[in-house]
Nanobody, 113 residues
Framework: QVQLVESGGGLVQPGGSLRLSCAAS????????MAWYRQAPGNQRELVAH???????NYADSVKGRFTISRDNAKNMVYLQMNSLKFEDTAVYYC???????WGQGTQVTVSS
């Protein structure tokens, strides 16, 4: 069973940056497609970005050009570099393994002046 722990959230001003990290337990991490989702109050959870085992990436239109997903298979880590943050990026961000019902506890990102 895969366990995921997110970190790196916090309070940031508009235009600022944050780097989220997700540590995954378990073997064969490298075979999985990993994803970041987010959920703002009153909204459904939405896909932010995903990265395949071959490091192909895909992004929601709302974050293209601002966010970058990456992975380090040697460390069982997935990252989300978030630049040019906007008020509407405020949400709890979750790491997940695509195809498995495995989610982290989430990390809060708040963009506020």
């Amino acid at each position: 069973q895969v366990q995921l722990v997110e970190s790196g959230g916090g309070l940031v001003q508009p235009g600022g940056s944050l780097r989220l990290s997700c540590a995954a337990s378990g073997n064969m991490f490298y075979i999985y497609t990993m994803a970041w989702y987010r959920q703002a109050p009153g909204n459904q959870r939405e896909l932010v970005a995903h990265i395949s085992s071959g490091e192909r990436t895909n992004y929601a239109d709302s974050v293209k050009g601002r966010f970058t997903i990456s992975r380090d298979n040697a460390k069982n880590m997935v990252y989300l570099q978030m630049n040019s943050l906007k008020f509407e990026d405020t949400a709890v961000y979750y790491c997940t393994v695509v195809g498995l019902n495995a989610w982290g506890q989430g990390t809060q990102v708040t963009v506020s002046s």
